[in-house]
């Protein structure tokens, strides 16, 4: 019975949109290319407690080819106040030239993430505005999360 319910939730996703899965961009914790990160800026980022920060141009606040990876602050002094342009940034990982769209299925994103290329990544509309990001563990949630 379980085997039942797993094969199943897994045939769902089929089904499913990323749109339903992913948090919307507003509700997404970001950074710009000339964010500074100050004292201040950095004690917010580690409250927050995302491995992940989507970083925009400086210019566009939807357009996103970047993440800061967390990590790479435990080595930083914040008296220095660098901005974010100045760390070796990792590309947003996309389905696409420019992002998975919100049409994307469940199970075409998993076998993304099962690529290794990343945990996340971007959901954008057809003029590459950003509409959210999708996590490995948004869809593993939708998995087993909800029996
Ligand atoms: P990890 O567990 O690998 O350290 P994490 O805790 O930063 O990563 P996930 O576990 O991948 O993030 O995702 C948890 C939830 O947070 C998911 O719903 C995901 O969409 C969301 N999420 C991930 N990064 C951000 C971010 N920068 N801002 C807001 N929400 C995010
Ligand atoms: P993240 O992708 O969230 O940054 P990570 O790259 O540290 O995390 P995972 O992607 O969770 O690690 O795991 C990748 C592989 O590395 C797994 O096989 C895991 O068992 C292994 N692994 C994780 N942490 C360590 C560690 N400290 N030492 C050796 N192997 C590890």
Redo the contacts with the bound molecule.
Sequence with gaps: EDEVLIIGSVLDLRGKPVSKVMTPIQDVFTLSMDSVLDKETVTKILSQGY?RIPVCAADDPMNFVNML?V?QLIAYDSDTSLPVKCFDLTPLPTTGNDGARPDTSCLDILNFFQEGKS?LALISNSQGGALGVITLEDVIEELIGEE
């Design positions: 491995s990876l990590k945990h």
